[in-house]
């Protein structure tokens, strides 16, 4: 970028620091998380971009390992909820309990009143105990015996589940999935990166001496950054495509909302400044398309049924939809 002025100077200076301090963190996770890059970058991503996340895949792949590592990479408060079959709302959101010495009742905030909320195999509550999240995902507030509490930000919701094992669990319904900003599998890793945690994560605690790169102020100020990052009438037309495209596909019966549009280009937006730029360009949005849309879509009776359907039915609309040279 050209700096014709101190005033742009100072600008470029600022994006720089953003961009390294996100950089920092991306680093300091996959310092635990071997091999998983990618997987890593999208999480930060969804942190600058003030989404949630959802991560999907077999048990013992680092699922929670990777929420952990991301919490303690930012300096602020961090809570777990471990979903199970007998968790009632209130021990997400928290209760009311009647004070007999000022004869009042007093709030007793849950654990969701946190920065970075880990909900821990989300799928194993029941859909009233997962509902309780939806207005605290969405709206960054809990309303309890009809007081709304607000949730400080920065605010974000790293969620787990087992897609293998489905006795005793409540598949998210749409609405719930919709409030993810992504989704991500983690996989296998490959030999090199399995040989290093073999190494590494059966003498000691992976996580003990991960220090924090960024506290809660630094994470808002790079969220503000964000809504800073430009983004051309070109590119929005791109996702816009793309949204289309996933409404009018015969193998596809519900497209994605105009809300999956939104979290497309926050997290483009977010992507760009994580790579040092202040303009989203094509490439940043195809990066993240099918994280970000797959699971909102909900396929045809007689689409194509193979590994992750979803995600294979978005990368085949990717191959398809043009994308703009300028």
Same mark, same amino acid.
């Given at each position: 970028?050209?700096?014709?002025?101190?005033?742009?100077?100072?600008?470029?200076?600022?994006?720089?620091?953003?961009?390294?301090?996100?950089?920092?963190?991306?680093?300091?996770?996959?310092?635990?998380?071997?091999?998983?890059?990618?997987?890593?970058?999208?999480?930060?991503?969804?942190?600058?971009?003030?989404?949630?996340?959802?991560?999907?895949?077999?048990?013992?792949?680092?699922?929670?390992?990777?929420?952990?590592?991301?919490?303690?990479?930012?300096?602020?408060?961090?809570?777990?909820?471990?979903?199970?079959?007998?968790?009632?709302?209130?021990?997400?959101?928290?209760?009311? %309990?009647?004070?007999? $010495?000022? =004869?009042?009742?007093?709030?007793?905030?849950? #654990? +969701?009143?946190?920065?970075? @909320? !880990?909900?821990?195999?989300?799928?194993?509550?029941?859909?009233?105990?997962?509902?309780?999240?939806?207005?605290?995902?969405?709206?960054?507030?809990?309303?309890?015996?009809?007081?709304?509490?607000?949730?400080?930000?920065?605010?974000?919701?790293?969620?787990?589940?087992?897609?293998?094992?489905?006795?005793?669990?409540?598949?998210?319904?749409?609405?719930?999935?919709?409030?993810?900003?992504?989704?991500?599998?983690?996989?296998?890793?490959?030999?090199?990166?399995?040989?290093?945690?073999?190494?590494?994560?059966?003498?000691?605690?992976?996580?003990?001496?991960?220090?924090?790169?960024?506290?809660?102020?630094? %994470?808002?100020?790079? $969220?503000? =950054?964000?809504?800073?990052?430009?983004?051309? #009438? +070109?590119?929005?037309?791109? @996702? !816009?495509?793309?949204?289309?495209?996933?409404?009018?596909?015969?193998?596809?019966?519900?497209?994605?909302?105009?809300?999956?549009?939104?979290?497309?280009?926050?997290?483009?937006?977010?992507?760009?400044?994580?790579?040092?730029?202040?303009?989203?360009?094509?490439?940043?949005?195809?990066?993240?398309?099918?994280?970000?849309?797959?699971?909102?879509?909900?396929?045809?009776?007689?689409?194509?049924?193979?590994?992750?359907?979803?995600?294979?039915?978005?990368?085949?609309?990717?191959?398809?939809?043009?994308?703009?040279?300028?």
């Amino acid at each position: 970028m050209k700096r014709g002025t101190s005033g742009s100077a100072s600008r470029d200076d600022q994006l720089a620091a953003v961009a390294k301090a996100a950089r920092r963190i991306a680093a300091n996770v996959s310092s635990v998380v071997v091999g998983k890059d990618e997987s890593v970058e999208a999480c930060v991503v969804a942190l600058l971009a003030a989404g949630h996340v959802i991560i999907e895949d077999y048990p013992g792949v680092g699922k929670t390992l990777l929420a952990k590592a991301l919490a303690r990479s930012v300096d602020c408060r961090f809570a777990r909820i471990q979903f199970t079959p007998d968790l009632l709302p209130s021990d997400v959101t928290g209760v009311s %309990v009647f004070d007999q $010495q000022t =004869a009042r009742f007093e709030f007793r905030p849950g #654990p +969701v009143f946190a920065n970075i @909320v !880990l909900a821990d195999e989300i799928n194993r509550s029941s859909p009233k105990t997962q509902a309780s999240l939806l207005e605290c995902m969405e709206e960054r507030q809990a309303t309890v015996d009809n007081i709304t509490h607000g949730i400080a930000a920065p605010f974000m919701v790293v969620a787990t589940q087992n897609p293998i094992e489905y006795e005793g669990t409540y598949p998210l319904p749409e609405a719930q999935l919709d409030r993810f900003m992504l989704r991500l599998r983690l996989g296998y890793p490959d030999r090199a990166a399995e040989d290093a945690l073999l190494e590494a994560q059966t003498s000691s605690d992976p996580l003990a001496a991960l220090a924090p790169v960024v506290d809660a102020r630094g %994470v808002l100020a790079m $969220q503000e =950054a964000v809504g800073h990052v430009a983004v051309a #009438p +070109v590119l929005r037309g791109y @996702v !816009l495509d793309l949204l289309a495209a996933t409404r009018t596909s015969r193998e596809i019966y519900l497209g994605a909302s105009p809300r999956a549009g939104i979290a497309l280009v926050r997290a483009a937006k977010a992507l760009a400044l994580l790579r040092g730029r202040d303009y989203t360009v094509p490439q940043d949005v195809k990066d993240l398309a099918v994280r970000v849309l797959g699971h909102r879509i909900i396929l045809s009776p007689d689409a194509p049924l193979s590994g992750h359907p979803e995600e294979e039915a978005m990368e085949r609309i990717l191959a398809t939809v043009p994308v703009p040279v300028s």
